[in-house]
């Protein structure tokens, strides 16, 4: 017979104290030190020129002077006394709003037909999501082929009607900032489609059965409860449109330059096209007046969508 000699009881315990320090000590998998590359990618590219902004507004920068001086407030009295950045403002405003409002209809029609889980759906959600990851600069150019006078748009309405069609789509002063905020809408409707499936996703079909039981119809169910219920979509997708339409340049520029008449000049394509002049300071100068006037609506805006959510 063997006999088997317990350890020392200080051994023991020590031994399972060490084990329970090994599993209950925290594990580090994710140091801060992993966020360093990123952040230097966003103080050398997004802080830094951001400063700079700041301070080459108040100067007299340009590609004709070999010095740099501090003029003040001249830069801004200067722009807003030719009237030239309030027309830009107000075009780029409304460009944003007719955007955020096309957007923002697509997405949810598109939720709404396809949000039945079938196979041709899913295509179809492949199908218009497709514009959403191709070149705006691609698109722009492709929609400004197709609304030329001889274009495509115009052939296709041609065969329909059996007579020959020549609309200038794109050389109304007064509606082609319209068309062009649809193509915006367009390109980005697939997006904005994805948020609101998911929204609807989410909505308990219990609730959706407890209104049919009680005699609602479509109409009613989606005024009174799914609408309310997609309150956070809504947000995220109103305030991604509206305020990205603003900082918009590559479709427009693609499509119309800016023109006719300047009546789709963006704020971008005046800074673009000041820049390109030469006059620095004022471009800066322009591009600090876009991004205050983003951040003094982007909070009011979003601070809105919220309280909605809240309220419902």
């Known amino acids: 017979m063997t006999i088997t000699q317990a350890p020392p009881k200080g051994t023991r315990r020590s031994h399972a104290a060490g ?12 140091p801060l030190w992993f966020l360093i590359p990123a952040l230097i990618v966003l103080v050398v ?49 409304i460009y944003a709003v007719l955007v955020a409002i096309f957007q923002n209809l697509f997405g949810m029609v598109l939720a709404l037909l396809l949000e039945r889980d079938t196979r041709v759906n899913r295509v179809i959600r492949v199908a218009f999501f497709i514009p ?35 609309i200038a789509w794109l050389g109304s002063t007064t509606w082609t900032i319209v068309v062009v905020a649809l193509i915006h809408a367009w390109k980005w409707a ?35 409860i799914r609408f309310p219920l ?19 340049f590559d479709i427009v520029q693609a499509t119309t330059g800016g023109g006719p008449g300047g009546t789709t000049e963006l704020l971008n394509i005046f800074i673009f096209r000041t820049f390109g002049q030469g006059l620095f300071a004022q471009a800066t100068t322009m591009s600090l007046v876009l991004f205050l006037v983003v951040i003094i609506l982007a909070f009011p805006v979003i601070r809105m969508l919220r309280k909605r959510e809240d309220v419902l």
């Open 132 to 166: 959403v990851i191709m070149s705006a600069l691609a698109v722009g150019y492709i929609f400004q082929a197709m609304l030329k006078p001889d274009g495509a748009v115009n052939d296709i309405l041609g065969l329909l009607v059996g007579q020959n069609v020549e």
């Open 230 to 248: 997609l309150a956070p979509a809504v947000t995220f997708n109103v305030a991604t449109s509206l305020l990205g339409s603003m900082n918009g």
């Open 45 to 93: 590219f997004f802080f830094i020129p951001t400063l700079f902004n700041f301070f080459y507004a108040f100067t007299d920068w340009s590609s004709f002077k070999a010095q740099i001086g501090f003029v003040g407030w001249e830069n801004f009295t200067e722009l807003l006394s030719n009237g030239t950045l309030t027309n830009a403002l107000k075009v780029t405003l």
């Open 19 to 30: 084990q329970v320090s090994a599993t209950t000590r925290p594990k580090n998998d994710h």
């Open 190 to 224: 697939g997006l904005s489609m994805l948020i609101y499936l998911a929204g609807l996703k989410t909505i308990s079909d219990d609730v959706l059965e407890a209104a049919r039981l009680d005699g609602a119809g479509w109409w009613t169910t989606f005024r009174s």
